[in-house]
């Protein structure tokens, strides 16, 4: 069966998918894999499949913000995939995780207009326990700072005429923000599917982005080559768990 907006047909689709926003990200963690190849490009969705350890997978972007990620997690559980994992970055809200430091996503604070119009408030955004443990476990062994707890999932990036209430999430304990791991999160547990996130930090999340924010460091790209060894290992972990 194809599915409509990847443009990709479900037997293509393995149990294990990992997801992104960057399309070019796609495609450079589609390199770690043997016999990769390109299934479609379609809007901002670019698809490859191959295998890792003997692992079938696959890596799909989902562009930017939860609409139009949900529109890829929702299409992808649909064609079978059973576990999705995010490979994405996020601000921070502690000195403890500067840049280039890895957060595993628990759980997500609802802070996105996708979710509310799936569930009612107080609905939890919860990642699977399994997904956690083996995406902390092999973040670990990067030697990178690893973190591990709530994040934020927010659709506005640039501050407008209200204020973004980063003070109020900092003191709460959130450890980042980023925009899509709320709706995968939401849609995986309506769904009966696994699901789970690790970021890299590309930056503080309270500082003025226009003037500070550069996610185009050597220490950000160094930590995403970790959090994709990461997924990578965990993916052939859940595998046979």
């Not at 207009?113 to 092999?138: H, I, K, M, N, W």
Request: net charge negative; hydrophobic share 45%; with cysteine.
């Amino acid at each position: 069966m194809l599915m409509p907006i990847l443009q990709v047909n479900s037997e293509d689709i393995p149990p294990i998918v990992l997801v992104c926003g960057d399309p070019k990200r796609a495609e450079l963690i589609s390199r770690k894999f043997e016999d990769a190849r390109e299934l479609a490009f379609s809007r901002e969705y670019r698809t490859f499949t191959g295998t890792y350890a003997g692992v079938k997978l696959a890596v799909v972007s989902h562009g930017v913000g939860s609409p139009g990620a949900a529109v890829c997690f929702e299409e992808l559980i649909r064609a079978g995939a059973t576990t999705l994992i995010r490979i994405g970055t996020a601000g921070s809200y502690s000195e403890q995780t500067p840049s280039g430091s890895l957060i595993v996503s628990t759980a997500a604070l609802r802070a996105d207009g996708l979710t509310r119009q799936l569930v009612p408030d107080g609905y939890p955004a919860v990642a699977d326990s399994q997904v956690v443990d083996a995406l902390f476990e092999a973040a670990s062994a990067t030697g990178a700072i690893v973190r591990k707890g709530i994040t934020v999932t927010l659709d506005v990036f640039f501050q407008g005429a209200l204020e973004i209430p980063h003070k109020q999430y900092k003191q709460a304990g959130v450890l980042g923000v980023e925009m899509e791991i709320a709706a995968l999160f939401v849609i995986a547990s309506l769904r009966g599917v696994r699901a789970g996130a690790i970021v890299a930090v590309d930056g503080y999340a309270d500082a003025d982005l226009a003037a500070d924010y550069d996610p185009h460091t050597d220490v950000v790209a160094k930590a995403v080559e970790n959090e994709i060894a990461a997924a990578l290992q965990a993916a052939a972990k859940l595998a046979v768990n």
